[in-house]
């Protein structure tokens, strides 16, 4: 057999090993191998886990799972297993499994209407890896409330309600440190300046906003119902706000839960320094999450001469307003009678 031959034969048998080779590794790595009929699934890979920590969380999605094992180890991704949140769809290959546990997914955050900071923290945990404690932790310890000039009565002021952008596995600290910044961002010059015109620093605007969130749903009514706090703070008058009695006997059983419709009678007078019936001035901190139409309408409350209000049962979440006391009580002893007939008891 001449020389020609003998490379032709080596040729051809190069070819064949390399198309077995080549199909080999197409079976391997690029045939759909997922076992989820949904479209789409998230994959959440904890901070510092290992690549058999992996396998378990991956191996019920995987339908051939020596194949994924394969692709991973081949490219590497077994000795640099990466944490987070990852994208996974129906009829993947392996590769695109391999290559989307490298593509970190940022997870967007909202949170609004929490009434106080643990009930804020169980809500974040839900949506990113560090857990509530961690999370506690991180919001209220000493060094971070002194740089941001808060108390633990008014760390819930830091929060802005909005949707944020972070990965979800983003450090309980780096979540703190990145609500500072868009807390500094929300209060920009022209709100700081509204703020120091009312003589209140951000954290008692947004506890003012908490008590006017809290009083009308209506957004179009807040700035009216601001107008009148701030007016009896002008007078040295206490708010008697009716939000800040059911906060208060929410904070002193411990139960956030309770449904609390009416208040009045000695609930009035319940010990709390969040009690603005027996208190003057601002509870130590927030009742409750405002959101921004309540911030705004602290910092831009209408002008008036309204210093008394209570809900108005001709208008139903709006407010009846008034000027002087005797006037007030005709509109309370209308509302109550409303009220008693609906069977809403103290």
């Not at 079976?27 to 904890?46: D, G, H």
């Not at 593509?103 to 890896?129: C, D, G, H, Y």
């Not at 700081?192 to 015109?197: F, Q």
């Not at 509870?283 to 910092?299: E, N, Q, Y």
Request: aromatic letters at 12%; one cysteine or more.
């Amino acid at each position: 057999m001449n020389t020609k031959k003998i490379i032709s034969i080596i040729a051809v048998a190069g070819i064949v090993i390399a198309s077995i080779i080549g199909v080999y590794v197409y079976l391997k790595a690029f045939t759909p191998n997922t076992q989820f009929s949904q479209e789409e699934m998230y994959v959440y890979i904890p901070s510092e886990s290992t690549y058999d920590q992996v396998k378990e969380i991956v191996a019920p999605l995987v339908k051939d799972f020596e194949k994924f094992d394969f692709v991973a180890t081949s490219r590497n991704y077994s000795i640099n297993v990466k944490s987070g949140k990852f994208l996974f769809k129906r009829d993947m290959t392996s590769f695109d499994m391999v290559r989307s546990l490298r593509l970190n997914v940022p997870a967007n955050v909202a949170f609004n209407n929490q009434e106080t900071l643990e009930k804020l923290m169980i809500r974040l945990s839900t949506q990113l890896e560090p857990d509530t404690l961690t999370l506690n932790k991180a919001f209220t310890n000493d060094s971070f409330l002194l740089e941001n000039g808060l108390t633990k009565e008014t760390a819930l002021t830091l929060f802005i309600p909005n949707t944020y952008e972070f990965y979800w596995d983003t450090s309980a600290k780096k979540i703190a440190d990145k609500m500072a910044k868009e807390h500094n961002k929300f209060w920009n010059a022209e709100r700081l300046a509204k703020a120091k015109s009312l003589n209140m620093t951000p954290a008692q605007v947004y506890t003012l906003a908490s008590i006017v969130h809290k009083e009308t749903v209506k957004a179009d009514e807040r700035p009216r119902v601001a107008g009148a706090y701030l007016n009896r703070i002008q007078q040295d008058m206490p708010l008697q706000a009716d939000p800040t009695v059911i906060y208060a006997i929410k904070e002193k059983s411990g139960d956030f839960d309770q449904v609390i419709k009416r208040v009045g009678g000695s609930n009035l007078f319940v010990k709390s320094p969040y009690n603005t019936y027996i208190n003057k001035g601002l509870p130590p901190g927030p009742i409750a999450m405002p959101d921004i139409s309540a911030i705004d309408a602290v910092l831009n409350p209408e002008k008036h001469n309204f210093i008394y209000f209570c809900a108005d049962p001709d208008r139903p979440g709006y407010h009846a307003f008034e000027t002087t006391y005797e006037a007030h009580m005709i509109n309370a002893k209308k509302y109550a009678a409303w009220v008693n007939k609906l069977g809403i008891k103290l």
